[in-house]
């Protein structure tokens, strides 16, 4: 007899896309992670569904319906204001470069299709009336905790190699141990990761660092050596190692690049270390590079000063300084919010536009050509005027920027 479970929650919203589905003479079921979370019940936040009835089939079903990756086997369909990922049943049979296949084949059995799914723990499905289908004892390995291929992991690995880093990224996530035979073939195969494209691996990378044992994760990258094949990380290790000793959670994922970044930089010797470079090689977006950068020049100033002043506290803004006071704690410090939110509230201006001067201003006090000169002495101003040197007012900040020099052709007056 088949393990039952109560539908509830985001399952019984779903529960009527299944059945539409099963009304129509087609099998359906919810699968992979949601499966997974709630067999750990853990949060379940979106389903997975899968089904015997092909692509063009679900359209006709389902009035509203988005073609997200049809040649994949995906469509999405709108039910009652709530979008559904729903996949044909499909095995990939062809695999390029060891990169996922390009191109799928649609079956009519579950099991094919669990077949091709990376991990027992993933490869688990759930009918509507809340029966678990479970055919490679993914229960089990849930249970003891246990990341396990489905199947000859070494093929697995060598069919798709990002399935090496999701390895690495569960045990992160959900503080489970991968099966040794997994393991053993993960090391085998690390050098494959070499062909995933970086976006891929990014992902997989993130969510390993913002999970809470991130410690874990990265031991296991270490282990089966698979940070030699991520970028800018081969010649890291002692870095990578002296994260392994922490044990607090990121909350954000800038964060915990930023705090990747001071280690990196800490254990760099050569003392050169290029931490837009490195984030660069890892593609990240622009903004999530500009804010991970600038919580880590934050965090540098913040230990060596063993405090964060008005200007770093002003450029940082609220937010991202108590990320950054915050993320003392991973160096067994305690944080001092209290004392960033006093110098916050403290400020005697908030935003750069708050300046009592403008480029104008500037540009009326002399002949001189507009230049960088400006933007010099607008930053000295500012400066000035967050220390609280001098008020936030315009002619008080021109009286002081005359005299400090910065406004220059106005010596011979
Ligand atoms: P998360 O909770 O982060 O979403 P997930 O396991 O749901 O984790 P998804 O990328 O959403 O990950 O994938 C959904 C399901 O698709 C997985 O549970 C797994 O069954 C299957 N899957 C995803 N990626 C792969 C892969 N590279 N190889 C094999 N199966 C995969
Ligand atoms: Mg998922």
Redesign the pocket.
Known sequence: MNKKLKIDGIFAEALPVLNQIVEAGFEAYF???????RLLNLEV??V?IATSAQPHEIKEIFTRTVDVGIEHGTVMVLVEGVSYEI?TFRT?STYKDFR?PDSVTFVRSLEED?K????T???IAMDAEGYIIDPFAGIKDLNAGIIRA?GNPHE?FR??A??MM?AV??SA?LDFEIEAETQVSIKENAPLLEKIAVERIQVEFE?LLTGTWHANGLAAMIQTRLYLYCPELANKKAALVSLIQDENKFEHVRQAWAFLLYKIDEYDPTDSFNARKFLKAWKLSNKLMDQAVMIFNALKQRVTNKILDEWEVFCLGKEFALETESLVQHLEEPPAFDKVVNIYEHLPIKEKDALALTGYDLMNATATKPGRWMSEAMEAALQAVVYAEIQNDKEEILTWLIEKNLIPGLNDE
Do not use: H, Y
């Open positions: 699968v992979g992670g949601s499966v997974r979370d936040n979106d997975d996949t990939e996922r669990l091709r799914r990376d991990f723990m993933n490869a489905v697995r069919e798709d990002l399935r999701r990224r569960f996530q969510k």
